[in-house]
Structures are given as C-alpha cells and as structure tokens.
C-alpha cells in the first residue's frame, strides 16, 4: 500500500468493486431483456409460420382429395368409353357384313347395283 500512495495511484476500494460488479450485472440483465424480448417476435412468427403451414398442409390434402376423385371418374370414363368402343367395333363388323349379304343377294338376284 505505500507503493500505491506514494506513486499516487488510486487503489479501488471493495465498495468501489462492489458498484462496479453490480452495473456489470445490471447491464447483463438489461441484455438478457432485450434478448428475451427478440426470442418472443421469434416465437410469435415461427407460431404464425406454423399455422400457414398447417392452413397449406389442409388445402394440399384437400387437392389430393380431388385428384383421387378425378382419377376414379376418369377410370370410369375410360371403361364406358371402351365398351361404346367395342359396341361400335361390333355393329361396323355387323354393317360390313351386311353390305356383302346384299351384294351377293343382288349379284344372284341381277339387281343393278
């Protein structure tokens, strides 16, 4: 301590420590604040970002719904399509037929075509 006094040095006492410690401490708390303040916009927007997801999550079930509907009627469109198909296939055979049976039936008749 005579060192200290006599290069006229100030030699911090413990209140002075004491006042220095608790600003340190406050400052950090006024940090800790402002930082749980932040954490709090975060965790209202990521709440926000979660029900857009959920609002997207039922508007994409409800397409899938659609598609699957879409896929049954076109199903159903495809097999009525291919019976009207085979329906036809069979009287165009039928109407050949026919147009034969009358050539012949004219040809044996001698009915001028």
């Known amino acids: 301590m005579k060192n200290a006094e006599k290069s006229g040095e100030y030699e911090p006492t413990l209140l002075d420590v004491l ?3 608790q600003t340190g401490f406050q400052k950090m708390e006024e940090r800790f604040e402002k930082v749980d ?3 709090d916009g975060v965790d209202e927007r990521l ?9 997207v999550e039922n508007r994409v079930t409800a397409v899938e719904r659609r598609v699957g509907a879409v896929e049954v009627t076109l199903e159903g469109m495809k097999e009525t399509l291919e ?3 085979q329906a036809v296939d069979k009287d ?6 026919h147009g034969r049976r009358i050539v012949r039936l004219e040809k044996v008749c001698a009915i001028p075509a």
């Open 83 to 85: 019976s009207i198909e």
């Open 92 to 97: 165009a055979v039928t109407v050949v037929n």
């Open 37 to 39: 303040e932040r954490f």
């Open 19 to 21: 006042e220095a410690v």
């Open 47 to 55: 709440d926000k970002v979660e029900l857009r997801l959920g609002e």
